[in-house]
C-alpha cells in the first residue's frame, strides 16, 4: 500500500497535473509529471473503464502500478507531482511488462537514477 503523503489525493491536484505537466507516453502506459518544491513527491493513478469494464482488471493493473512506484520511490531524485495514465491495451501487459514501462517512463521524465 502506497502511503497516503505520497498519493495525489484531491481533485484540484490531478487537474492541476493534467493542466501544467508534462507528458511522457510509451504505448498505453502514460505519466503526466509535475515538479514540485516540497518533498515528498505525490503519485496518483487514472485507470478508466475504456480500459477495460472489469474492476478486477483495472484494480490490478492499478496495484501493481502503486507497488512499483512504492518500490521505486527510494530511487527517486526529483519531487514531483505524477499522474499515471492508462489506455486501452494495457490490460494485454504482464506484470513485468508493465513494471519495466513503468520505470522506463520515469527514467525519461528525470525522476529516476
Known amino acids: 500500500m502506497l502511503a497516503r503523503i505520497y498519493r495525489l489525493t ?3 491536484d490531478f487537474d492541476l497535473v493534467y493542466r501544467r505537466g508534462r507528458a511522457f507516453f510509451m504505448g498505453p502506459l502514460g505519466i503526466k509529471v509535475m515538479p514540485r518544491i516540497k518533498q515528498p ?3 496518483g493513478f487514472v485507470v478508466g473503464t475504456v480500459v477495460d469494464k472489469r474492476a ?3 484494480n490490478r ?3 501493481v502500478l502503486r507497488d512499483a512506484t512504492r518500490n521505486l520511490s527510494s530511487a ?3 519531487s ?3 499522474v499515471v495514465l ?3 491495451g494495457i490490460e494485454k501487459f504482464t506484470t513485468k511488462q508493465l513494471r519495466e514501462t513503468y520505470q522506463t ?3 525519461r521524465a528525470g525522476l529516476l537514477r
Open 10 to 12: 484531491h481533485k484540484a
Open 41 to 43: 513527491s505525490r503519485f
Open 56 to 58: 478486477v482488471v483495472r
Open 61 to 63: 493493473i492499478k496495484r
Open 76 to 78: 527517486l531524485v526529483k
Open 80 to 82: 514531483a507531482d505524477v
Open 86 to 88: 492508462t489506455r486501452p
Open 105 to 107: 517512463l520515469l527514467k
